[in-house]
């Protein structure tokens, strides 16, 4: 059973920054998701287990960074230039190994989400 924490939402103006973190109990690969009003949950952003390899969403790409603190079982999404379709809740979900990192369905635990808000 992975335990996983999330932080950092909040309201942001267009063109600024937040950086949502997520603990977890254990080490893991894990990914970013989010969600919008009457939307389906989206893939974000994916890192594997040892924090060497990241995938993104193209809707991300050169905006978003994943990255992971190995020692203390964390991983960061540090998302600059924020737009107003950013806003979602954002879900981090935690798997044994990074593959299918875009299918919601094998990931086997998720945190309880955080909001983030942009407004233009």
């Known amino acids: 059973q992975v335990q996983l924490v999330e932080s950092g939402g909040g309201l942001v103006q267009a063109g600024g920054s937040l950086r949502l973190s997520c603990a ?3 080490r893991t690969a894990m990914g970013w998701f989010r969600q919008a009003p009457g939307k ?8 594997s287990r040892s924090g060497t390899i990241t995938y993104y969403a193209d809707s991300v790409k050169g905006r978003f960074t994943i990255s992971g603190d190995i ?3 964390t991983v960061y999404l540090q998302m600059n ?3 107003p379709d950013d806003t979602a809740v ?7 190994y990074l593959t299918t990192y875009e299918n919601l369905s094998s990931y086997a ?3 309880q989400g955080t909001q983030v ?3 233009s």
């Open 24 to 26: 977890a109990s254990g």
């Open 40 to 47: 389906e949950r989206e893939f974000v952003a994916a890192i």
């Open 71 to 73: 020692a203390k079982n």
């Open 81 to 83: 230039s924020l737009r």
């Open 90 to 96: 954002y879900y981090c979900a935690a798997k044994p």
């Open 109 to 111: 635990y998720w945190g």
């Open 117 to 119: 808000t942009v407004s």
